[in-house]
């Protein structure tokens, strides 16, 4: 194998995964969206018992609210498996698998989402843009950060699936939960139950029982990140083995 080969393959795979990268959670056009994105949540107050779930051996106290229904768009997420999240590991919370900041309604309908920039932490969705049209556009109300909480480790991979771009629909209730140590209470979360009480970081705490990814998006682009980055690896190896050509 050539010189100019292998450095062809280490620039050609670098500019792919910068490519990749940059692609990769990309917001789909308002034409790529399903059509049920155009509902708001549906939720009714229920009589549920509440119900004691255990998750890695924590017991969780759960108390339903409101079923709940919602088709969105996932803007952001936080998966609270993550190594940095330290919040979760110290609350023994392994019931709040991840977070979905979704849109929908009207901010999907007159594409009022695509200007928005998006973000998580450990706890809350924040949105942010430099541009006061695209403020004034975006309807506060049709945007939310919603705690997924469940005991079911087939649901827990389904949304540990879902990618920037996705579109879903997932089904269960409002609850508050608390956190049991010892036997003793450490801690409850409140759920919020409007949407326009949202204002960067009032969220839904949903405890999911059914999960569904509608349609992916940028698949694609992150598969040719990984191809692109072992192509590098491969490159660089065979660079390191081509035999020392001493300048003239």
Not at 88 to 100: G, I, P, S, T, Y
Not at 156 to 165: C, F, I, N, T
């Amino acid at each position: 194998m050539s010189r100019s080969l292998v450095k062809f393959v280490l620039l050609a795979s670098l500019a792919l995964m910068a490519v990749a990268f940059w692609r990769k959670d990309a917001l789909p056009r308002p034409g790529e969206l399903r059509s049920e994105l155009h509902q708001d949540p549906q939720q009714a107050a229920v009589g549920e018992r509440p119900v004691d779930i255990t998750v890695r051996g924590v017991t969780y106290a759960i108390r339903p609210r409101y079923s709940y229904d919602l088709y969105g768009l996932v803007v952001s997420m936080h998966d609270s498996d993550t190594w940095w999240d330290q919040a979760h590991r110290e609350w023994n919370d392994h019931v709040n698998v991840v977070d979905l900041c979704v849109v929908w309604g009207a901010n999907v309908r007159r594409d009022a989402y695509r200007a928005i920039s998006f973000s998580n932490n450990e706890w809350e969705c924040h949105w942010s843009t430099g541009s006061r049209e695209a403020w004034q556009a975006f309807d506060q109300s049709a945007v939310a950060n919603n705690h997924m909480v469940t005991d079911d480790p087939h649901i827990a991979r389904r949304m540990r699936d879902v990618r920037v771009g996705d579109q879903v629909r997932f089904r269960g209730y409002l609850v508050d939960y608390t956190t049991y140590k010892n036997g003793a209470a450490a801690g409850t979360r409140v759920s919020s139950t409007v949407r326009n009480d949202t204002g960067n970081g009032a969220c839904e705490v949903v405890y999911v029982k059914d999960f569904e990814i509608l349609r992916a998006t940028n698949r694609h682009w992150r598969i040719l990140g990984k191809v692109a980055f072992w192509a590098f690896i491969a490159g660089l190896l065979a660079w390191i083995a081509l035999p020392y050509r001493p300048r003239d």
